[in-house]
Structure formats: C-alpha cells, structure tokens
C-alpha cells in the first residue's frame, strides 16, 4: 500500500493564483482531512469529509474548498491564494470515528508571494 | 468543544536521560487522546492512543503515556532519550461523543537530544 500520498510537495503561487492540492489514499478508509501547519499553532483543521459526496468545515475553512467525489481522493482547492495561505498542508485519513489512528500525507509546502 | 495545551514549546534532554512531555486537555465528553511524533520534513506518526480503556498507554519506540482524568493531563514519557527521538511531539484531543469530526491538536513540542 502507497498510505496517503501529497502532490505536489512544493508550490509557490502568486497571489490571486488558483490551484487543487491533491491527496489519496488506498487504504480505503471513510474519513479524509485537510490540516494546515503553522510554527507554534500546530495543525489546524481545514475542512473534512466522513465519506464520498459528503464534506465538511474544519477550524479554517476560508480560501479553501473541497469535493469527495470517490473515496480515494480528496482535492482541496486554493480558489485565490494570499500570503496568508502560505503553509504547510497534509491530508489525513483514517478507516471511521474520532477514536481512530489518523495517517498523514508527506505534505505540501505552499509559499504565497 | 474540546481543547489541548502543550505546557513546553521546547524540551532539551541528554542520551539516555528521561523524558517528560506535558499534555493539559479540556473536553465537554469522553475524550480520545493521542500523541503523534513529527520528523523534520516528513508527515505526522502515531506514537499511542487512549481510547477509555487502560489509563497507562504504551506506544512504539518506548513511549508510554497516563491519562489521569482528575488533572485532565496525558503526559508522555520516556525512560531513556535516544538520538532518533529528536523531533516535534503533538498532543490530540477528540470528544468521542460529541457529533463532529473533529480533532484538537497541541501547538507542539520540540525534544532536542543532547549527546
């Protein structure tokens, strides 16, 4: 099994820009997420979904938008990027509830200019 | 709603020297904790989990953890630091009973490893 993975690993983006980080995962699990982090503010949620067609808003929803149209894959689009985009962004998943373990991507470092 | 505190953005310890992570929580249910353990450049990996069976948690790499609902903490320890160990350590809480999805992460510790 591949486990979660990330593309692209890098991106740098001028503002206004667009773009769609994508993520899979081949674990078949139910749950997807999207985390940004930020030095000292560890990993804040984005958005999530519990299965395909159906998502959700995390903690910092705003710039941001998904769509889980299968259950591997879960895009998160920057619609019109700022510097305060500029972070670090993994997806997780994992097979159902809260009380599971989650398993993380290798991660985008977006930079915003 | 659920959250967690990390009481130390950084921690310095010698080889083979215990070592002490705290973890403060607040949350409105039964909560679910977990550490993960951050590498430089690389993704998020469980280290352990309590899930409101055994309050003393054991992990991998010989990290164990207590949940002691009283002090609302789950600090995570170690008897004896290896070099690998330096990285960045988050405490997660989730309210299992509540009806979202959500987890709380810490803001994060930073284990140095002196040789």
């Known amino acids: 099994n591949a486990g979660v993975t990330q593309t692209p690993k890098f991106q740098v983006l001028k503002t206004g820009q667009s773009m769609t980080l994508q993520c899979a995962q081949d674990?078949?699990?139910?749950?997807m997420s999207w985390y940004r982090q930020d030095p000292g503010m560890g990993l804040r949620l984005i958005h999530y979904?519990?299965?395909?067609?159906?998502?959700d808003q995390g903690e910092v929803p705003n710039g941001y938008n998904v769509s889980r149209s299968t259950t591997e894959d879960f895009p998160l689009r920057l619609l019109s990027a700022a510097p305060s985009q500029t972070s670090v962004y993994f997806c997780?998943?994992?097979?159902?509830?809260?009380?599971?373990?989650?398993?993380f991507g290798p991660g985008t470092r977006l930079t915003v200019t | 709603a659920q959250s967690v505190t990390q009481l130390d953005s950084h921690v310095s310890v010698s080889e083979g020297t215990p070592v002490l992570l705290r973890c403060n929580y607040s949350s409105s249910y039964s909560p679910s904790l977990f550490w993960y353990v951050q590498h430089p450049n690389k993704g998020l990996q469980l280290l352990l989990k309590?899930?409101?069976?055994?309050?003393l948690v054991k992990g991998i790499n010989g990290f164990e953890a207590e949940f002691k609902k009283s002090e609302t903490s789950f600090h995570l320890t170690k008897p004896s630091a290896h070099m690998s160990d330096a990285a960045e350590y988050f405490c997660v809480v989730s309210d299992l009973e509540s009806n979202d999805y959500k987890l709380s992460f810490g803001a994060g510790t930073t284990v140095t490893v002196r040789a």
């Open positions: 997780a998943s994992s097979l159902s509830g809260k009380s599971y373990e989650q398993y």
């Open positions: 674990m078949n699990h139910e749950y």
């Open positions: 979904s519990v299965g395909a067609g159906i998502t």
């Open positions: 309590y899930t409101s069976a055994a309050t």
